[in-house]
């Protein structure tokens, strides 16, 4: 079974903060992805890597920053935390089977409740 | 603009009956579809999958449907269940990335 963990389920920050959120899988998948989920948008995604040290801008990265020092592990980063970005962060692995049209599934760690006071 | 739509946010259906869930894409290079079911306070799970050469695959109480000339999909669950309420977020791959739609509550009464 794939595991994708997230280092904490619920985190309450202030305004200014520097926030550190953390995400491992166990199944030395190549892909790592994070995303945010807010009501009636869906998931949108800030930021993926590819590969150790690899690092690309998602759909939303603004005010945000990853860290992939190592294969099994994901780091977003808030520089300073702003109270727009209260939201569910979400986390997600991929294995990334060459070949087109064949499915590279991606699974999720449960998500961090994030809010900036 | 929205290449994965899911149009009904919501959907009540009646337990042991038929819940269909649709979604419409406008991106023709997606290469495989996804299916996923969050429940609140939790990440999303994986369902099922469909390669875009397929037009159906099957798992247990789940079917997707793929009618790419129409650029629809859809999600049978059959029969629904009271645990299947939950939000239900389709999503369209390429090269590992995935876009995904804006969900669809569905609510099973027993």
């Known amino acids: 079974d794939v595991k994708v963990t997230q280092s904490s389920r619920y985190l309450v920050k202030r305004t200014g903060e520097k926030v550190f959120l953390e995400c491992v899988q166990d199944m030395d998948h190549e892909n790592m992805f994070w995303y945010r989920q807010d009501p009636g948008l869906g998931l949108r995604l800030i930021y993926f890597s590819y590969d150790v040290k690899m690092k690309e801008k998602g759909d939303i990265p603004e005010g945000y920053s990853v860290s992939r020092e190592k294969k099994e592990r994901f780091s977003l980063i808030l520089e300073s935390a702003s109270t727009n970005q209260t939201s569910m962060y979400l986390c997600a692995s991929s294995l990334n089977p060459q070949g087109s049209e064949i499915v590279d599934t991606q699974y999720f760690g449960p998500g961090t409740r994030l809010t900036v006071l | 603009d929205q290449q994965v739509k899911q149009n009904s946010p919501s959907l009540s259906v009646q337990e042991g009956r038929i819940s269909i869930l649709n979604c419409d894409y406008t991106n023709s290079m997606f290469d495989y579809f996804l299916w996923y079911k969050k429940y609140p306070a939790e990440g999303p799970t994986f369902l099922i999958s469909?390669?875009?050469?397929?037009d159906k695959n099957e798992d247990g109480r789940f079917t997707v449907f793929l009618n790419k000339s129409a650029k629809h999909l859809s999600l049978h669950i059959v029969p629904s269940q009271p645990g299947d309420s939950a939000v239900y977020f389709c999503a369209g791959g390429s090269q590992g990335n995935l876009i995904f739609g804006k969900g669809t509550k569905l609510s099973v009464k027993p």
């Open positions: 469909i390669s875009s050469i397929k």
